[in-house]
């Protein structure tokens, strides 16, 4: 999905044009029919009157508020398969930004069967990504949200309160990273992935965390965003995917079945004070991964993760 075009952000976008341009162009022409001599002021202060908007102006604004529910409108909805899509919701200013920290996520929330259902979603976008949000969904028959937001057509508005959740991931917080991500529950992973790529040294950060991910699914065609999970492993030897699938297809060089203690103790970083360990997916699947992690010597899952956690389930 493409950003809006250049000429919404560029010098000639409207807001420049109608906000500096034409207000400028009128008093210089009006203080030079009057009388020429005041000429120059005037052009000093068209430029600082100018130059004071396009700074208020473009400054990003954070939008989210942790307690109130807002409506964002739905812009564009790419379809990926019959039942996931990437819904791209716009923020009210091209310049705006979510202000979600990199491992937080939102609230979403609609009226089912006359009865407000909430549900939490990490978006795969970022505030590098000014002016919209984007969230994967993958619709399930029985689901409530999700069989929502698949009806949701462009145009349409969604209910979002936020940031919300214990996790906020800062530059080389650890030595290493592990993640064992299931389905859906690949959003939080990839968010924390690409904003330690984003710090890397050689993009003039100074992040030089290790990450090794499992990610577990039941078919080839449910692995969401392989794609883009691929060129981050292309583009970064610090990053390391490992595949699980319960119905692989043939020539499969990854992982088959459930994941193992075995599979842990092969493809993520081994329990140390200087790692951690991020699990997200279906509840039965971190219920499992907590109780596997703790019996190979990662420190015990708390009811409610806590920064400071080894072991954090999102």
């Known amino acids: 999905m493409d950003p809006p075009p250049n000429v919404k952000y560029g010098p000639l976008a409207s807001r420049y044009v109608h906000g ?136 349409q508005t969604l209910k979002v309160r936020g940031p919300k959740g214990n996790m906020v991931y800062t530059p080389n917080m650890c030595k290493s990273i592990g993640m064992i991500a299931g389905g859906t529950g690949i959003t939080p992973m990839l968010q924390i992935i690409r904003a330690i790529v984003r710090g890397r040294p050689r993009n ?31 583009e970064d030897d610090g990053i390391k995917v490992h595949y699980v699938l319960n119905n692989p297809p043939e020539g499969w060089t990854g992982s088959k079945g459930f994941v193992t203690e075995d599979i842990i103790k092969e493809h993520v970083p081994a329990p140390a004070s200087d790692m951690k360990l991020l699990l997200c997916g279906p509840p039965p699947m971190i219920s499992a991964m907590k109780k596997a992690s703790q019996a190979i010597g990662y ?5 409610v993760s806590k920064l400071p956690d080894q072991v954090f389930c999102f």
């Open 20 to 155: 500096i341009y034409i207000p400028s162009a009128l008093l210089l022409l009006g203080t030079s029919l009057i009388n020429y001599r005041w000429l120059p002021y005037a052009v000093g202060i068209a430029a600082l009157l100018g130059g004071f908007k396009v700074l208020v102006r473009d400054q990003p604004r954070k939008i989210l508020k942790p307690t109130i529910f807002q409506d964002f409108e739905l812009k564009e909805k790419t379809i990926l398969s019959h039942n996931v899509a990437i819904y791209r919701f716009a923020l009210p200013r091209p310049s705006d930004i979510l202000g979600l920290p990199i491992g937080q996520h939102m609230s979403i929330a609609a009226s089912i069967d006359g009865k407000e259902v909430v549900r939490s979603y990490t978006p795969i976008s970022s505030d590098e990504n000014p002016g919209y949000f984007d969230l994967l969904i993958k619709s399930y028959e029985k689901g409530n949200i999700s069989k929502h937001m698949a009806g949701l057509q462009v145009g």
């Open 299 to 303: 420190d015990k899952a708390n009811v």
């Open 204 to 234: 003039g950060g100074t992040d030089t965390t290790q990450v090794s991910l499992v990610f577990a699914n039941v078919n080839h065609d449910d692995i969401l965003l392989k794609e883009d999970l691929d060129q981050l492993i292309k």
